[in-house]
T-cell receptor, first 113, second 117 residues
Framework: NAGVTQTPKFQVLKTGQSMTLQCAQDMNHEYMSWYRQDPGMGLRLIHYSVGAGITDQGEVPNGYNVSRSTTEDFPLRLLSAAPSQTSVYFC????????????FGPGTRLTVL | AQKVTQAQTEISVVEKEDVTLDCVYETRDTTYYLFWYKQPPSGELVFLIRRNSFDEQNEISGRYSWNFQKSTSSFNFTITASQVVDSAVYFCALSETGDTGRRALTFGSGTRLQVQP
């Protein structure tokens, strides 16, 4: 199993550009989520999905869109990048069981100029 | 609302010293799960331990041990005989257990541990 994979690893955007951060998992996990990590603030939930076709907002959803057309993939879209979106982005997945552990991808470091 | 507090922003120790990382949490849930993750300089998040709210037994895994005390809402992490490879940022996290399906993790702000040779 590759676990949770994310691409790209690094990205630089200009203000106003759009892009998609890719996330995939091969563990047949129902639950997937996106977090952003900013200095001194831990990780904060952006969006999450409890299964294919079902997504919902987390703590900091503004400026981001998601979709979940398959169990394996959960892309995060930035429609018009802003400098405030400079961050490290982590995708995570887990089974639907309440007790289960979330496993994280390696992260994408995004800089918006 | 849930909250996790890691009051120690940065700790520096010399190799072989013992070090304890503090974690205090707030939740209204009666059933919840607590986690510790390690983030080494390479940036990935490595799962260390999960503890449920019904199990207050201390856990030991090699040089790592965890002390969960429900009465003080604390879940502290001790590294015995620290090594340079333990240098990392350590996050404590609390899992939601509501029926909404959100089940997100609420993270503390992290403690950066520097182990000097």
């Amino acid at each position: 199993n590759a676990g949770v994979t994310q691409t790209p690893k690094f990205q630089v955007l200009k203000t106003g550009q759009s892009m998609t951060l890719q996330c995939a998992q091969d563990m047949n996990h129902e639950y997937m989520s996106w977090y952003r990590q900013d200095p001194g603030m831990g990780l904060r939930l952006i969006h999450y999905s409890v299964g294919a076709g079902i997504t919902d907002q987390g703590e900091v959803p503004n400026g981001y869109n998601v979709s979940r057309s398959t169990t394996e993939d959960f892309p995060l879209r930035l429609l018009s990048a802003a400098p405030s979106q400079t961050s490290v982005y982590f995708c995570a997945s887990r089974t639907g069981a309440r007790r289960d552990t979330q496993y994280f991808g390696p992260g994408t470091r995004l800089t918006v100029l | 609302a849930q909250k996790v507090t890691q009051a120690q922003t940065e700790i520096s120790v010399v190799e072989k010293e013992d070090v304890t990382l503090d974690c205090v949490y707030e939740t209204r849930d009666t059933t919840y799960y607590l986690f510790w993750y390690k983030q080494p300089p390479s940036g990935e998040l490595v799962f260390l331990i999960r503890r449920n709210s019904f199990d207050e037994q201390n856990e030991i895994s090699g040089r790592y041990s965890w002390n969960f005390q429900k009465s003080t809402s604390s879940f502290n992490f001790t590294i015995t005989a620290s090594q340079v490879v333990d240098s990392a940022v350590y996050f404590c996290a609390l899992s939601e257990t509501g029926d909404t399906g959100r089940r997100a993790l609420t993270f503390g702000s992290g403690t950066r541990l520097q182990v000097q040779p």
